[in-house]
């Protein structure tokens, strides 16, 4: 119910500014950058998200087949089973689904997204098949969802490459305190639904998980603040694409131990990757459409303004501000908010401290809008409950550890 309100304030904020804007300046440019918004990004939702999709879920699917009549997702499952089992309750242990989870998390925080978004649709099937009420998100399915959103990586390769073609003098240099905050994220995403479907983290269980995962992160961030720019991106390339190739290999030399037919498993499963497309497409268009309008209409320049006026009457320090509108774009679009983060970069510097904190903002959360219209459009989910507080609870908790962490490590 709180997407639809959102979908529509979208529109309604879109055409009220553009009116404004005729009424001020007598520009009637403004509406048709407007309706040019909804063809450009219609087609930008097909094109160049629904389309290429198709050919990476026909090809994931299809492994994912190999990998679960080979045995493999089971064998994740009892790995991850007994930390999976607190967090995701309703999923039965053992099930698919908990290794399909694991595996999308892991291609996550890796940054292999072609991957990551295949098996996060295959493990929303999963869970589907668990839920009684289909038109209904389920506890597990809002769980997936808010650790989804909350955008947790490693290790940001394409934010460290983009700082680097922007002539940063230490493109690394925005490694630890973005690790520190998407971890931030991440974290405050979980307890808010943990909090809400009344799941205990204080259980033994998850603390240990926890504990663990937050100890492999203070690793990486120390090996990310000791490490040479050029070793970094190395690193990251061979562990990545390296774990990436080895779940494949594994997968195929599971069918061929099981003596399997590979071949003949992967055609049925992908099979599977058109069809679960195709499902998507009115929620990717419908949503991104949506958001051009908002953008076109000048509504985001206005929300920038009225937030920096707000805080100089609070006697807070603006310099923060001018980095916001890589924030708030984050939730609604990837590449918009990337764009954003280009801009400001462009504009104050990369090694600024609003072009370091606009990198923090685009590393530390998610898109989603976007992750909630892809992910439940393709099952068929229409009440998401509160999903989308969820995840925009975690934006949040992003967002201003990013301005704290900027701050601490950033500001003069």
């Not at 203070?218 to 774990?243: C, H, K």
């Amino acid at each position: 119910m709180l997407l639809n309100y959102i979908w529509i304030a979208f529109f309604l904020i879109a055409i009220t500014v553009a009116v404004f804007h005729f009424i001020m300046t007598g520009e009637a440019e403004i509406f048709r950058s407007l309706v040019n918004a909804t063809f450009d990004y219609a087609k930008f939702a097909v094109m160049d998200i629904a389309l290429p999709l198709t050919g990476i879920m026909t090809l994931w699917l299809g492994l994912m087949n190999i990998g679960e009549r080979a045995g493999a997702i089971r064998f994740l499952s009892r790995i991850v089973g007994p930390f999976f089992h607190k967090l995701f309750p309703e999923i039965p242990a053992d099930h698919p689904a908990t290794g399909q989870l694991m595996l999308n998390f892991s291609a996550n925080m890796l940054g292999l997204d072609n991957a990551a978004t295949p098996l996060g649709l295959k493990a929303m099937e999963s869970m589907q098949s668990l839920n009684p009420n289909k038109d209904t998100a389920s506890n597990a399915q809002i769980m997936f969802l808010a650790i989804n959103t909350s955008g947790l990586t490693l290790i940001p390769i394409a934010i460290m490459a983009q700082r680097a073609l922007l002539g940063a003098a230490n493109p690394a240099d925005i490694f630890l305190p973005l690790l520190m905050a998407t971890f931030c994220s991440t974290l405050g995403g979980i307890i808010y639904v943990a909090v809400k479907q009344k799941i205990n983290l204080l259980d033994k269980t998850i603390l240990g998980w926890l504990g663990g995962l937050t100890l492999l992160i203070a690793g990486l961030a120390w090996f990310g603040t000791q490490a040479a720019p050029e070793t970094l991106e190395r690193f990251s390339t061979v562990f990545g694409n390296g774990l990436l190739l080895l779940l494949v290999a594994g997968f195929i030399g599971g069918g061929l131990y099981k003596r399997i037919n590979v071949y003949d498993a992967f055609i049925a499963g992908a099979k599977d990757g058109f069809s679960t497309t195709v499902k998507i497409v009115p929620y990717l268009v419908g949503m991104l459409v949506a958001i051009g309008i908002f953008r076109a209409s000048g509504a985001m320049d206005y929300l920038v303004d009225g937030l920096t006026a707000l805080f100089g009457l609070l006697g807070l320090d603006t310099d923060f501000v001018a980095a916001l509108p890589t924030a708030l774009m984050k939730p609604l679009s990837g590449s918009g908010a990337k764009a954003m983060m280009v801009e400001t970069m462009n504009a104050y510097g990369a090694d600024s401290f609003v072009g370091r904190l606009s990198c923090l903002f685009q590393g530390s959360a998610d898109t989603t809008f976007y992750i909630i219209a892809l992910y439940f459009g393709s099952v068929g989910i229409r009440k998401y409950r509160y999903a989308v507080q969820a995840g925009l609870m975690a934006d949040l908790i992003g967002v201003v550890a990013a301005v704290v962490i900027a701050y601490i490590f950033f500001h003069a």
